[in-house]
């Protein structure tokens, strides 16, 4: 797949908002964020980025495919790792910024061996510092599956 985007540049708020065209608004990095969940349980797994190329991938595939910011290189999701995530249903929202994608997830979708990515809770209603409480456990040794990677 070249560099260049499948999709139509965005257009006026209407159109982008009520028409059935897929025409993405990258912002100026040329990504869009995604969230993705649980297909079953609605968890959410994962906030990750897309560029034209991730979306087209995604969506010809089925399986997900990402832009990792850190690295500037395209991304499948369980590639490295074999815990990936087929796409049941896409939706995108009303301005056409932000991608959702429900999944099956094979094994834990976040890089420290858990399932989700928000493993945490933020207490709420305390001043001051804050301690976060651990929710979840892992469910794979990460350093077992991306060595040398601290």
């Not at 495919?65 to 796409?87: D, P």
């Not at 420290?112 to 409480?133: D, I, Q």
Request: glycine share 8%; net charge negative; charged share 25%.
């Amino acid at each position: 797949m070249s560099d260049e985007t499948p999709f139509a540049p965005p257009s006026a708020a209407t159109e982008l908002e009520e028409s059935a065209r897929l025409t993405p608004k990258f912002d100026v990095d040329g990504l869009v964020t995604c969230v993705a969940t649980d297909a079953r349980s609605g968890d959410v797994l994962m906030v990750a980025y897309m560029n034209a190329q991730a979306l087209a991938k995604t969506i010809a595939t089925g399986e997900a495919w990402y832009f990792s910011r850190s690295r500037g290189e395209l991304w499948k999701k369980g590639e490295s790792s074999g815990h990936t995530q087929r796409v049941v249903e896409m939706r995108i929202d009303c301005d056409q910024d932000a991608v959702w994608i429900k999944v099956e997830q094979t094994g834990g979708a976040c890089h420290t061996g858990r399932r989700s990515c928000f493993y945490r809770t933020v207490p709420l209603s305390k001043a001051g510092a804050v301690t976060l409480e651990f929710r979840d456990e892992r469910v794979f040794d990460p350093k077992a599956v991306y060595p040398g990677k601290d």
